[in-house]
């Protein structure tokens, strides 16, 4: 199976940046999809960015000019930088990974960003 661990989380100031991170173990196949989605206290999960092994990347129109998603492919590990933090931002922030192959998503356990001062 695949287990997706999530880092990075914390209390952030508005304005500051923080960067998440994410590694998958387990079978891993290409081509494939990592992303973050976040899911803030009373609203449905949603789409922060994705990227997929290819390096095509898609962003919520909320984060664009503030995250970037990168991967490195090698150590299955994806990554969201997060600048310019705002307290809209706060949610827990979830990592998928997609399988084309099969159509399979698996997900992290999530870590938590609060944006507050």
């Known amino acids: 199976q695949v287990q997706l661990v999530e880092s990075g989380g914390g209390l952030v100031q508005p304005g500051g940046s923080a960067r998440l991170s994410c590694t998958a173990s387990?079978?891993?196949?290409?081509?494939?999809?990592m992303g973050w989605y976040r899911q803030a206290p009373g609203k449905e999960r949603e789409l922060v960015a994705t990227?997929?092994?290819?390096?095509?990347?898609n962003y919520a129109d909320s984060v664009k000019g503030r995250f970037t998603i990168s991967r490195d492919n090698a150590k299955e590990t994806v990554y969201l930088q997060m600048n310019n933090l705002k307290p809209e931002d706060t949610a827990v922030y979830y990592c998928?990974?997609?399988?084309?192959?099969?159509?399979?998503?698996?997900w992290g356990k999530g870590t938590l960003v609060t944006v507050s001062s």
């Open positions: 998928s990974l997609y399988f084309r192959v099969n159509g399979m998503t698996y």
């Open positions: 387990g079978s891993i196949f290409s081509p494939n999809v």
């Open positions: 990227i997929s092994s290819s390096g095509s990347t």
